[in-house]
DNA sequence: TTGAAAGCGCTAACAT
DNA sequence: ATGTTAGCGCTTTCAA
């Protein structure tokens, strides 16, 4: 049995290879010249102690951070009440565990950008993540966290981004409504704020123009509750409407759960669509385009951990999925 | 214009106030005595400096760590791709933030629990959040986190645990079915090794047992898609079924999808309930019973950021939520 | 290619 | 009640 003794600290290493602490540490940390014997025999003496790098240690001496933060813009607190920020930030959380780092989440609010500069001046600060971010906060990002910064959604010139191809996929989704015949498809929207939902209006709208049809939008919010009101308001604008697109599943589960209620029928009456293919989209049949969360969210934060010159904007695509809604 | 100059240190916050290292030290970190008159002056010091502590050098010198560690045991590293544990690890990382903390997740294998140990043996984990976790995890805490874990879930004598009454909700869910008649009530339960889905299902049985009525289960994994399986199953076995109870909303709406595409009305011909009350089961008008998870995780996590003694369990109610499905 | 030495920012004895 | 002092474990000049 080993007892719990103190865990083996970088002296140890040096000293069971028989070296200096330095040589240990180029060794380790993988910078600075080392000969192929020492780094062997470092290498052996770490394993065979179970040497794990002290993490506040190092970041106190290369003045780095220990955590990412994940700096969630929006308009009130309860945005990171979400479960698409729930998913990056767990899957961030996965993403830094072998690099010793912890996560945190923060809201900045929109009318308040410079929240960020406050939240970012923390030195315990390594990395940040941007989510749901305004050309505004991309300006606020502090010098220091040039090269540790990413953005999911827009970027800038000094801000890598990984994004959505929210366009393709609503363009895809209106096509697909067009091709099975539908003509008077309406649309509820997010919040004119936000780069990404925008994108997915002004498919629909460009689509329906080139169609010569008519734009029919209700503002939403993402919210299943907005949802089944902005089904209403469709209904009593536009009554013959034949297909609503929701911004999101959330939305469009609150338009059928309303247009139900009413006694329309889904989708013999009126087709609906999603966004995002949550994973009760598949339980309720909703029709909708699938988006790799984890995959945006791993490429993000490997972006800030990795450090490595990236391309400035990674798009991921937009899947159509057809089920029974549309 | 602020010039973006190095930002402040104890040191300069110290000097700022006219007082010792030692003393602004004391008055931060809020140990030792210090008189009223160096209290004042180092806080207004700190504030005209912006002065936040820098959380490695705290960590360092403490010997303390400088993340949260949520384990999640299961039996696959999928199990962190899940919700709950997504809301859990993003609603920790929003305790944490305040306290400069990070968070970080792992997945802990049941047959492996001692991959526990290695994990908390890293100096960088501050903390311990164990989740869904097994009596023999709950013994491998190393001495060193001991006051620095709390368990969603069940406990043991040194681990302080928050949990749900799921036997509490269950048995409501059961006694409303059987107070609107149905006798013969079915159940799709979740994994036997986990306590907390074992109380479910034991209320279940206790139920019925009392009323004289035979119990129908079914072993499910809390998965929509076991859930579809599952309700052919209940209705191969025991084609008179009038009412499913579910282990977790998920698996209730694959139940009830299945059911519909066979035909079967819900709640028409079988009444079905589900478990958690997501977001979504207000838009498919599922009844469940509903738990506060933000909640709990907040309170599991404050638990080992505060240190103070805390009460060995603290029990959540779950609430019964009538919808249409049951 | 390696070692010696300095110090990152902070806390906690210990002395006063 | 406060100051002095000695590190926590690591990286990184600087010399050799």
Do not use: K
Not at 109 to 127: F, H, S, Y
Not at 167 to 174: E, K, L, P, S
Not at 253 to 274: E, N, S, W
Not at 288 to 309: D, F, G, W, Y
């Amino acid at each position: 049995m080993t007892t719990a003794r103190r865990p083996a600290t970088l002296d140890d290493v040096a000293r069971a290879a028989g070296v200096s602490r330095s040589t240990a540490s180029r060794v380790i940390a993988g910078n600075g010249f080392t000969s192929p014997v020492a780094r062997d025999r470092v290498r052996t003496a770490a394993d065979r102690l179970g040497y794990v790098p002290n993490a506040a240690a190092r970041a106190l001496v290369r003045g780095a951070g220990v955590r990412l933060l994940v700096a969630v813009a929006g308009a009130t607190p309860s945005v990171l009440d979400d479960s698409y920020i729930n998913q990056v930030v767990s899957t961030s959380a996965q993403v830094c565990a072998p690099y010793g780092l912890g996560v945190t989440v923060e809201w900045v609010p929109l009318d308040e950008p410079g929240r960020l500069t406050r939240l970012a001046d923390d030195r315990g600060v390594a990395g940040l993540l941007l989510v749901n971010t305004t050309d505004a906060m991309l300006g606020l990002v502090p010098r220091r966290l040039r090269g540790r910064t990413a953005s999911i959604g827009i970027g800038s010139a000094s801000v890598p981004s990984v994004d959505i191809d929210n366009g393709g996929g609503t363009a895809a989704i209106v096509r697909h409504l067009y091709a099975t015949g539908h003509r008077r498809i309406a649309m509820v929207t997010g919040p004119p704020w936000l780069t990404c939902a925008t994108r997915s209006v002004e498919a629909y709208r460009g689509l329906l123009r080139q169609a010569g049809l008519p734009a029919r939008e209700v503002v939403g919010d993402f919210s299943a509750a907005r949802g089944r009101a902005a089904a209403r308001e469709v209904l009593r604008r536009w009554p013959d409407t034949d297909a609503i697109v929701g911004i999101s599943d959330a939305t469009a589960l609150g338009v059928i759960g309303q247009l139900r209620a009413d006694g329309v029928q889904v989708p013999g009456d009126v087709a609906v669509t999603g966004f995002d293919d949550i994973p009760l989209a598949s339980v309720t049949a909703l029709t909708t385009a699938s988006h790799p969360v984890r995959r945006i969210a791993t490429a993000a934060a490997t972006m800030v951990l990795e450090q490595r010159p990236v391309p400035p904007l990674t798009v991921f695509p937009s899947a159509l999925v057809l089920r029974e809604s549309a």
